[in-house]
């Protein structure tokens, strides 16, 4: 735990792999502390892709307002850059002290604490290139470049997250150094005024893939495969949201492409792949206080709190 100053804000950053309970165990927190729930989730932010992000219901939603969930329409870019200075101004903004930032896109969390070295502005000639490859050789092979350049920014992300594939490659090219080099360099924009925690769920290995298995097969029952159709029907699947896990599958179903059966047991592999991508990278996160029972985590985020 960071040593607190009264003038400062606190931030209780709640972490960890998907399917471990961060959102209940935030609005569980949200009820105890006067505070401010932003999400650090990056599939959250687009509007309609309800089912398959796990996205808070809309009667949650109507109770406990969550910052930067709903924000941006599915075919809009959004990306670190922007979750940095939104949800910065959002703390920046409000008149309470306490804030629970709750989500699993540790890019997002990093960006919010430490800043991002410099916004490294896009190159035609050399995104053309990189997305020429990729039509030529598909997100695989990509994928496997960019573990060959940059393993750890490979672990950061899906395998199949053409956007963050391509710019990862992007930046290497054009800085010459890999993605994980750029955001550990100094920063200046690291946040001022704030103190922080972070705080995660322990939990083993094969309950989180059991979570994942009957998350997954909840999804079907509440209508994926519906909200798919509809999304199809309004956007072009070519969109970043479309290729994240759950909506790709779904689609490669609905394209003839493979059966529902094979659709739900590829999500449910790569939703498993996803956590253990998730828990590679908060391994190196010494700063993360680990809890086994959700009680104790609470109550060691109230006493922070309050402190």
Not at 80 to 97: G, P, Y
Not at 108 to 133: A, H
């Amino acid at each position: 735990m960071k040593n607190s100053e009264n003038n400062k804000k606190k931030l209780i950053v709640l972490t960890g792999t998907t399917c471990t309970g961060k959102s209940l165990t935030a609005l569980n927190l949200h009820d105890l502390i006067p505070s401010v729930i932003i999400s650090a989730d990056s599939m959250l932010v687009y509007r309609y892709f309800n089912i398959g992000t796990a996205k808070p219901t809309k009667k949650t939603l109507s109770k406990t307002k969550h910052h930067l969930v709903d924000i941006v329409d599915p075919d809009d870019e959004f990306d670190a850059w922007k979750f940095m200075e939104l949800s910065r101004a959002v703390i920046d903004e409000s008149n309470l002290n306490n804030f629970i930032v709750v989500g699993g896109t540790q890019l997002y969390i990093k960006s919010l604490i430490e800043g991002l070295t410099f916004d490294i502005s896009k190159n035609v000639d050399v995104r053309r290139s990189i997305l020429s490859d990729l039509e030529s050789y598909g997100t695989v092979y990509m994928y496997s470049k960019l573990k060959e350049v940059d393993p750890e920014g490979a672990a950061m992300i899906s395998s199949n997250d053409k956007q963050r594939i391509v710019r990862y490659l992007e930046i290497n090219s054009i800085t010459g150094q890999r993605v994980s080099q750029v955001f550990k360099m100094k920063s200046n924009q690291k946040i001022q005024n704030v103190d922080y925690i972070k705080v995660g769920l322990s939990i083993d290995r094969e309950s989180v893939n059991t979570m994942i298995n009957k998350r997954v097969d909840q999804m079907i029952t509440d209508g994926l495969v519906e909200e798919v159709v509809e999304l199809k029907r309004r956007y072009n699947t070519n969109i970043r949201p479309f290729n994240s896990i759950g909506y790709k599958e779904i689609s490669l179903y609905l394209n003839s492409e493979m059966s529902l059966e094979q659709a739900v047991e590829l999500i449910k592999i790569r939703t498993r792949q996803f956590a253990k991508r998730q828990r590679t990278w908060l391994r190196k996160d010494k700063e993360v206080k680990w809890f086994n029972q959700v009680e104790d985590l609470i109550n060691f985020c109230t006493n922070y709190a309050f402190s």
